[in-house]
């Protein structure tokens, strides 16, 4: 099983910041994919970088690079996880919405598969250190789902979902224009558990696999 980690935009990219810049989406979900990466290979999973590079690479690019390396070892031998940090607004103010959640293409795959994974990782990391404390207004609900067609990820027709021939999931990882949510994704505590909520997914979805 080879694990490719896809980081969301680049540095070029216009917007995708918290309002006051401490939170920058490229650097931020890359770094996250370095820190992912050398855990997964820690544990012997075959992990790739499909962007290495700062800048924004196409859509279009990073689909053919993940393509390549389908044809090489097999469409069901690769797993694809795209990983951004969600926003309500594009008007550089902070806003209350908050949550973690993932995406598959249309229809029953198996990237529902590896998106439960997933959402049961995210659900056990993430819980405890974010129930509301006094005084804060986060909801208790932390997974944000959509139980429409029996699981719990929201399915859209992003390119890096339905123009890769492997399972793919995209998840947005909290709220660049929430406070508290910045807050913590830039605490080391925060950090460390969107690494952690990745990283026990994608093994679980590999323990799946080789064990169905």
């Known amino acids: 099983m080879i694990i490719l980690l896809d980081n969301g935009h680049g540095i070029d990219t216009r917007g995708k910041c918290s309002p006051d810049k401490r939170l920058l989406e490229w650097r931020y979900t890359r770094d996250i994919v370095v ?12 992990t790739r970088i499909l962007v290495p590079e700062n800048g924004d690479v196409p859509l279009s ?13 097999g469409n069901d031998n690769v797993a694809l996880i795209s990983i951004h940090v969600n926003a309500a607004g594009n008007d550089g103010q902070w806003h209350g919405a908050t ?16 998106a439960e994974y997933l959402y049961s990782a995210a659900g ?22 959509d139980l429409s067609d029996g699981d719990r990820d929201k399915e859209a027709r992003f390119k890096i979902l339905v123009s890769t021939p492997c399972p793919a ?16 994704l830039l605490s080391p505590v ?12 994608i093994l679980n979805y590999i323990r799946h696999t080789a064990n169905p």
């Open 61 to 73: 690019e990073r689909c053919r690079r993940a393509a390549a390396i389908c044809r090489s070892v």
């Open 190 to 201: 925060g950090r460390n558990a969107i690494v952690s909520l990745h990283k026990h997914g």
């Open 124 to 145: 056990f990391v993430l819980s405890p250190l974010l129930s509301p404390g006094i005084g804060s207004r986060r909801p208790v609900k932390i997974l944000r789902t």
């Open 35 to 46: 820190a992912l990466s050398e855990e997964l290979l820690c544990e012997g999973i075959d």
């Open 169 to 184: 999931v995209l998840t947005e990882n909290l709220f660049q224009d929430n406070r508290e949510d910045v807050d913590f």
């Open 99 to 114: 949550g973690w959640e993932a995406f598959t293409s249309p229809g029953k795959t198996r990237a529902d598969t590896l």
